[in-house]
């Protein structure tokens, strides 16, 4: 276990100390992944010409959703249809969300209980059903609170799943839907609040306080009070997820958004609760120990609010770091100082530990040191560590994070000697595209050459989906500097796509499901469907750029209902920007590390 967290402690201690003069945090392992268009930007208006070929586009496919036989597929399709069409057509698009919603009540009351797929199933649907119904609260709050209550699921006690799965859905998705109408129906927001709170305190109905208080105060100190006498009645002792939530609200909803007196019984409970907890065996005292972690943040509340437990509490807190396992203490202190101390303090403690711990200890000084400016720094504390193959991967780590902080023609001097300097074809893009892509809001030419070398790198690798994969990053960049070249490097890649499709359909059921009801399914959970939704995304975000051009290739698309299914996405960002519903997460070449080619 050890071992396995020598590489993890470095992205701690870059979440703790940052890395100054203001650049992105990086993954330890590796490459950062290439981000997506930044979500907090708003799209550039829609011209009006693209936007009318767009809703256009939307009339055709509301009627070759008709011939989708695959209900993942259809219904799917009759939410985002239904959803682009209300604007121009709000009778059609009812009939289609009307459409959908019968369907799901259908699927919901199909469901197997007995069926060992049956959580795959019932995950899908929960899907489906939660992008409805928050499509639908834009548009009408009454209609989208009327189908949450119509296509609950049945539930089963026998089922493995059984009700607490069904529940723990049914809440989010309750929060969900008050916290998209809260603004414009808080008391619709609150009722359904109300309901979800019946099921048990949920982090979702904490973090929705705040919200309601924003928009009607008096009702969020109602429901707040409703939340602690809740908390109070279900007995935080024997329930550490409710005591977890309890220190949540603690934290996040406070005097004066609190009421004081509501505020001062919770926390008196809580520290009460925390004064008995029993600490005889080693469960007992790691919850000991995770709580008092959480004190130190809110003692000056506890000053404030429930003074005459302060010195009680300080005296249990000595008894509790009194059972901290010397291994333990070594990582508190460690992440402390990483946090808040110097580089010297870190060597300090090494010098504490045996050698098995001290590894892991010069990793953290070496990336604080390289982190503040000082990478001759950072690799002489990496020499120490004893491992040979750790101290290259932290060496790796240091070169990675010294190219990032370089400034101007440095960065690029730094990236391309790097890029020499490995054989490795993985790193080598990896450092290529991380250069480039820290280059894109500064330098956009030197951005280009550097994509460029990377495609020629790539252009010499084997077809594998890391390969394929990589031609995704490369364009996401690309579509940040020169949107432009992403089409003719686009082009072939529908036509490899096609054929790989192709494939898959003979194998259908050999390897992978990828087929059901006869049609393909594009969020299946494989390798080759990710590559389809990446293109599937490119696509969409081509859009903006030219709409013409991106559906012309989207045309190309060899089997039918895939071809609808990528123009739906199409339209949908063409005309909103950037869909939470529709482009969830760009799978990349690149996740948690490093790149694996084939």
């Not at 904490?206 to 309601?212: D, M, N, V």
């Not at 402390?336 to 101390?341: N, P, V």
Request: hydrophobic content about 40%; aromatic content about 6%.
């Amino acid at each position: 276990m050890l071992r396995r967290n020598l590489l993890l402690l470095p992205l701690l201690t870059l979440l703790v100390c940052g890395l100054g003069r203001g650049q992105a945090t990086v993954t330890p392992a590796g490459a950062a992944p290439v981000p997506p268009l930044n979500a907090e930007e708003q799209p550039p208006k829609l011209d009006p010409e693209t936007e009318k070929k767009a809703l256009d586009l939307v009339e055709t496919l509301s009627e070759q959703v008709l011939n989708l036989h695959a209900s993942a597929n259809r219904v799917r399709a009759e939410i985002q249809v239904a959803d682009l069409l209300w604007v121009r057509d709000e009778k059609r698009a009812r009939t289609l969300f009307n459409a959908a919603v019968n369907q799901l009540i259908n699927q919901i009351s199909d469901l197997d209980y007995s069926d060992p797929e049956v959580y795959n199933e019932m995950t899908r649907i929960s899907g489906l059903r939660g992008d409805l119904i928050l499509r639908l609260a834009a548009h009408d709050a009454d209609m989208a609170i009327d189908v949450l209550n119509r296509t609950h699921f049945q539930g089963d006690n026998r089922s493995r799943y059984g009700a607490n799965w069904t529940a723990n859905n049914e809440s989010y998705l309750e929060m969900s839907l008050a916290n998209a109408i809260v603004a414009n129906n808080s008391e619709a927001a609150l009722k359904l609040a109300r309901a979800s709170l019946s099921r048990g305190v949920s982090g979702d109905i904490i973090s929705f306080l705040p919200k309601l208080y924003q928009k009607d105060a008096k009702a969020a100190q109602s429901l707040y009070q409703d939340v602690v006498s809740r908390i109070k009645d279900d007995n935080v002792s024997r329930n550490g997820a409710l005591a977890n939530n309890a220190w949540g609200l603690l934290n996040s909803f406070q005097p004066p958004q609190a009421d004081e007196d509501t505020f001062r019984d919770l926390l008196t409970t809580m520290l009460g609760y925390l004064l008995s907890m029993s600490r005889q065996t080693q469960q007992d005292i790691n919850a000991a120990q995770n709580l008092n972690r959480q004190i130190e943040r809110i003692m000056p509340l506890i000053e404030k609010y429930a003074p005459a437990r302060a010195v009680e509490l300080r005296d249990w807190s000595r008894g509790v770091d009194k059972t901290v396992d010397p291994n333990a203490r070594m990582y508190q202190e460690m992440m402390r100082l990483s946090e808040k101390g110097t580089v010297d303090e870190l060597l300090a403690l090494a010098s504490k530990y045996p050698p098995e711990f001290q590894s892991l200890i010069y990793q953290n000084a070496a990336w604080k040191a390289t982190g503040s400016g000082d990478t001759a720094r950072g690799k002489e504390i990496a020499d120490k560590i004893s491992d040979p193959v750790q101290r290259r991967q932290v060496i790796d780590q240091l070169d990675n994070l010294a190219a990032r902080n370089a400034q101007g023609d440095n960065k690029i001097v730094e990236a391309r000697r790097l890029a020499e300097k490995t054989t490795n074809i993985n790193r080598k893009i990896d450092i290529l595209l991380q250069s480039a892509m820290s280059l894109v809001a500064t330098d956009k030419k030197a951005a280009l050459d550097l994509l460029s070398e990377a495609k020629s790198v790539l252009a010499a690798t084997p077809q594998s989906a890391a390969e394929l994969n990589a031609e995704f990053s490369i364009m996401r960049i690309y579509l940040r500097v020169d949107p432009q070249q992403v089409f003719p490097m686009l082009q072939p890649m529908v036509g490899r796509l096609n054929e790989l499709v192709s494939a898959a359909v003979v194998l259908d059921g050999i390897d992978y499901r990828y087929l059901k009801d006869g049609e393909w399914i594009m969020q299946n959970g494989n390798g080759l469907s990710g590559m389809v939704m990446s293109l599937d995304r490119m696509l969409a975000d081509l859009g903006r750029v030219d709409f013409e051009r991106a559906r012309t290739l989207a045309d190309q698309i060899g089997r039918p209902e895939m071809r609808v299914m990528m123009e739906i996405d199409l339209v949908q960002t063409t005309i909103k920007g950037r869909s939470a519903a529709n482009l969830m997460s760009f799978p990349g070449r690149i996740t948690g590390g490093n790149v694996i080619m084939n």
